[in-house]
């Protein structure tokens, strides 16, 4: 089947500092890709909506400015964190769209802010 | 608005046991229903899936029927195995053009041999 990766699958970083994460789709090409974000023991929030070549779409109570989403080409999408704080942290999951109602999720990243 | 509640875990069960995950949803509209898993260390995958009212999905020994009248979406297997010990995601999808995704909370299943 499909496949998804991300990387790195774990970062630590200082607060104040920018992370980027990247999520690829290593055998199909994806025109949307999609951000969640998961906080432990609760589901998956969908943070942006990622379209090749065009700007992201993000969800109510989303900071743009913040999660900066690049969607350069139609295998990669990445989610940079700027100026993380503690509250930043997090685990960080993407999905690709192939087809209809088909999407295929990352492993995800942990993100730990100190 | 839209939403998905799922019955909270963990859930502990010996192999060959009968398992059922309660999944209830609100929605706008007519949602697509879905269930994933997780498997440790790995994304979530497409379990099953269910369209419109009264479908069953099925796959891997798991069903799940789309009960409109209840607004449920259970998830059902009659013998579990130790290797599907995992983590449980029921989601819906509004139809209406845009493809955004609502997950429950996950349910863990620790399956004992």
């Known amino acids: 089947g499909a496949v998804v990766s991300q990387h790195p699958s774990w970062v630590i970083c200082k607060s104040g500092t920018s992370v980027k994460i990247e999520c690829r789709s290593l055998?199909?090409?994806?025109?949307?890709m999609f951000w969640y974000r998961q906080f432990p023991k609760q589901s998956l929030m969908l943070m942006a909506t990622?379209?090749?070549?065009?700007?992201?779409?993000?969800e109510q109570g989303v900071e743009k400015d913040k999660f900066l989403i690049n969607h350069a080409s139609l295998t990669l999408s990445t989610l940079t964190v700027t100026s993380a704080h503690p509250e930043d942290s997090s685990f960080y999951i993407c999905?690709?769209?192939?087809?209809?109602?088909?999407?295929?999720f990352g492993p995800g990243t942990r993100l730990t802010v100190l | 608005g839209d939403s998905v509640t799922q019955m909270e875990g963990p859930v502990t069960l010996s192999e060959e046991a009968f398992l059922t995950i309660n999944c209830t949803y609100t929605?706008?509209?007519?949602?697509?229903l879905f269930w994933y898993v997780q498997y440790p260390g790995e994304g979530l995958q497409l379990l099953l899936k269910?369209?419109?009212?009264?479908d069953k999905g099925s796959n891997k020994g798991f069903e799940a029927t789309y009960r409109k009248e209840t607004t449920s979406f259970h998830l059902e297997k009659g013998s579990v195995q130790v290797s599907d010990s995992a983590v449980y995601f029921c989601?819906?999808?509004?139809?209406?053009?845009?493809?955004?995704?609502?997950f429950g909370a996950g349910t863990r299943l620790f399956v004992k041999a």
């Open positions: 999905s690709a769209r192939l087809d209809g109602d088909t999407q295929y």
């Open positions: 055998d199909f090409q994806a025109t949307t």
């Open positions: 990622s379209n090749e070549g065009s700007k992201a779409t993000y």
């Open positions: 929605a706008t509209g007519y949602p697509s």
């Open positions: 269910a369209t419109k009212a009264d």
């Open positions: 989601a819906l999808r509004v139809n209406t053009g845009g493809f955004k995704t609502i």
